[in-house]
């Protein structure tokens, strides 16, 4: 089964359970300055479960475009090193708005993933967790779905925290919050992994693919959880994920979609084909993020969100010139996309051009300073050195426009440490030269314009410092 008819059976499926199939909201946030990119399929109906907004439906279905690298969920690291995650991807979700609760998700989850005219996975490969003292969702899982004891795991709080759980959701420290269930694949004993809560859980063998979240609490600023009068359910599974799953792989990286991009990669790259190299699997993965957030409004800058593409495209870039291509070719990669993905997403069709411009405009900024700063960076680390100072590492972002993750990534391939406390007292000391030139800056500009103007630094440093800030605050 191909990516684009799961993607659509899935739609089809909660439409004959009666939910209104409703579009893909933008990956930047409309009217919400607390999320960096749209990171989940709830985005767009946080306000209809805090009760501030009414729709003409209680039960709703999307394929949500989702951007996790930076913010609260930040998968960028993850990218090329796990089998199971992107920046860019595709949650499948299903919502009830006050109507159904715990018994009709479960049951609607389950017949969609194993009855023979939906999905039809064997259920013996599935397992479930459900938050430990959920009690309602165990005995529904078990008793009613017959999902023997040894396929369910609870999974209680973590980190010494009451509510701390891979099983406990909470849109913030206060409001709604509540259990979830999640639904694990089972790869097979051939990879390495243990089911959700041993020791090995971190593995890609059990790979989870469907979180379904009962927002059923309001928690209230004392930390008290009340009952919800009308509890809602939130749900979220990986199109790539269960994409992997029904095509008999192992990794998304090996389904329909990504076999056409990497092979894209590979081609533009000038290397051959194999789906195991990591930095084709990394720039597959960045030219959907970067395309997708450009067809959304998002340009390179120095600015928070721009800069988190910015330094996305450069990571693409950096791992092209890695595979040996020195010249452009990340932007060759956007009509190989259109292709795979442009019938389900028309704004990359119609954006097309404007999405090869901008990356092309950004892969000529960074080819100026690429190879001299590759060049620094490996004198810095001439004899066998086992770290990378911070001075290089603050230059290479100041001058050459290496962000500090781009030189991590460089570093960890090589098994190299960058002295984080050396950089960051770097980024410490520009920040005071700019807060003194900013007093400079403030005093006559108040004195000259009468009015309070705050200063914005334009370095590249000082963009990284509040990006570093925001990666901080979580
Ligand atoms: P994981 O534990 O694997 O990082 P998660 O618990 O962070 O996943 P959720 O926040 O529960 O993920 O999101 C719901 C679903 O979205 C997941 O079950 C998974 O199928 C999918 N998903 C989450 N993050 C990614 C990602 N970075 N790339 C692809 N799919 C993802
Ligand atoms: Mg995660
Ligand atoms: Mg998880
Ligand atoms: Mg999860």
Redesign the pocket.
């Known amino acids: 089964m191909r990516t684009s008819e799961i993607r659509q059976k899935f739609l089809d499926f909660f439409a004959s359970k009666g939910h209104q199939v409703v579009a893909s909201s933008s990956l930047v946030p409309v009217g919400d300055q607390t999320l960096l990119f749209t990171n ?1 399929g709830m985005n767009q109906f946080k306000d209809v479960f805090l009760g501030f907004d009414k729709r003409p439906y209680s039960r709703a279905t999307t394929s949500q475009k989702c951007v ?1 690298a930076g913010g609260k ?1 930040n ?1 960028l690291e ?1 990218v090329g090193y796990t089998a ?4 860019f ?1 595709e ?1 499948l979700g299903n919502f009830s708005f006050g109507d159904y609760f715990k018994q009709d998700a479960i049951r609607y989850a389950w017949e969609f993933l194993t009855a023979p005219q939906w999905l039809g996975l064997p259920k013996e490969k599935l397992m479930v967790t459900v938050y430990a003292s959920d009690d309602e969702a165990y005995d529904i899982w078990h008793k009613e779905i017959g999902i023997p004891a040894d396929k369910i795991v609870r999974i209680g709080d973590n980190k010494g925290a009451p509510y701390a759980s ?1 099983n406990f959701w909470q849109m913030g420290d206060t409001g709604p919050c509540g259990p979830c269930t ?1 639904i694990f694949y089972d790869h097979g004993d051939h990879i390495w992994g243990g089911p959700p809560g041993s020791a090995e859980e971190d593995g890609d063998r059990f ?5 379904n979240v009962f927002m059923q609490f309001n928690r209230d600023e004392t930390g008290t959880l009340h009952p919800l009068p009308k509890p809602s359910v939130d749900t ?3 199109l ?2 269960i994409s992997a799953v029904m095509q008999h792989v192992h990794a ?1 990286y090996e389904i329909d979609l990504f076999v056409d991009l990497l092979k894209a990669a590979a081609r533009e790259t000038g290397v051959p084909y194999n789906q195991e190299t990591p930095s084709l699997k990394v720039i597959a993965d960045h030219i959907r993020a970067c395309s997708f957030l450009i067809a959304d409004g998002v340009l390179p800058s120095p600015d928070t969100r721009g800069y988190v593409l910015r330094r996305i495209i450069r990571r693409a870039i950096r791992h092209g010139y890695k595979l040996g291509q020195k010249g452009l070719f990340f932007h060759k990669l956007v009509p190989d996309l259109v292709l795979a993905m442009g019938d389900a997403y028309p704004e990359l069709k119609s954006g097309q051009d404007r999405i090869v411009a901008v990356l092309k405009a950004e892969e000529e900024l960074f080819a100026r300073t690429l190879d001299n700063g590759m060049a620094l960076l490996e004198g810095a680390l001439e004899g066998g050195k086992q770290q990378l100072d911070g001075k290089t590492a603050f230059k290479l972002n100041d001058t050459f426009g290496f962000p500090i993750d781009l030189t991590a990534d460089i570093c960890r391939e090589r098994g190299i440490e960058i002295d984080m406390a050396g950089y960051e007292a770097e980024l410490e000391a520009q920040r005071e030269r700019s807060r003194n030139s900013s007093q400079f800056t403030m005093n006559t500009q108040v004195a000259y314009e009468g009015a309070d103007t705050q200063f914005q630094g334009y370095s590249e440093s000082s963009v990284e410092a509040r990006v570093l800030a925001l990666y901080h605050e979580g």
Do not use: P, Q, S, V
């Open positions: 989940a996790r969920h998968d993850n199971r995650h992107h920046t991807f949650m891979d999640e790979i989870e693919i469907w979180n979220g599974m990986g790539e994920r998304n």
